[in-house]
């Protein structure tokens, strides 16, 4: 079955910009209609979803984090990826990388990754 | 954008009680609703698609309703591994937004 698993820096300094990947194993990022995702938790607090983008389409992002976020698809390697720049201690989250569809939701997580905004 | 507004924010209740957690959005979604449950220090699991949908292993006691604006998460009898967050989340068009959550925890 299709997991992800993220990897990246765990602290990021302040101004600079954080850069995360989401592998895909057991099964194809071009297969199916499904979007790819990104979704942060800060510790204590609920879920922000930061942005999608799916084959064949136009990446959606937050219109709170527009500006600093883009999310890219790397068929070749099985991968998306999420940069997020300028960064500050407001970003220090927990880091998800997710599977979507419009009617199925978020099916598949990864287990996540911490980032810290430090200097 | 479409808010998602749940209710309650947390509560607290008997094993064997029926609990009932409501989510409002600020504009119709038609169905593309989705539950989600966290346990502490756990990742969010799928609970419910499509408003009503059943995922696949996730016990029948969990059940959902609603459509358009109004929506409602069930729990039928509660459990001890119940405890959890539970999310809402509209899933048809960006940004896809998700409720402040409800904290469910055994009285």
């Known amino acids: 079955q299709v997991q992800l698993q993220e990897s990246g820096p765990g602290l990021v300094k302040p101004s600079q910009t954080l850069s995360l990947t989401c592998t895909v194993s057991?099964?194809?990022?071009?297969?199916?209609?499904?979007?790819w995702s990104w979704i942060r938790q800060p510790a204590g607090k609920g879920l922000e979803w930061i942005g999608r983008?799916?084959?064949?389409?136009?990446?959606n992002y937050n219109p709170s984090l527009r500006s600093r976020v883009t999310i890219s698809v790397d068929t070749s390697k099985n991968q998306f990826s999420l940069k997020l720049s300028s960064v500050t201690a407001a970003d220090t989250a927990m880091y998800y990388c997710?599977?979507?569809?419009?009617?199925?939701?978020?099916?598949?997580w990864g287990q996540g990754t911490m980032v810290t905004v430090s200097s | 954008d479409i808010q998602m507004t749940q209710s309650p924010s947390s509560l607290s209740a008997s094993v064997g009680d029926r609990v009932t957690i409501t989510c409002r959005a600020s504009q119709g979604i038609s169905n593309y609703l989705a539950w989600y449950q966290q346990r502490p220090g756990k990742v969010p699991k799928l609970l419910i698609y499509a408003a009503s949908t059943l995922r696949s292993g996730v016990p029948s006691r969990f059940s959902g309703s609603g459509s358009g604006t109004d929506f409602t998460l069930t729990i039928s009898s509660l459990q001890p591994e119940d405890v959890a967050t539970y999310y809402c989340q509209k899933s048809n068009s960006a940004p896809l937004t998700f409720g402040g959550g409800t904290k469910v925890e055994i009285k």
């Open positions: 057991g099964g194809s990022i071009s297969s199916g209609s499904y979007y």
């Open positions: 983008n799916y084959i064949g389409g136009s990446p």
């Open positions: 997710t599977r979507g569809s419009s009617l199925n939701a978020f099916d598949i």
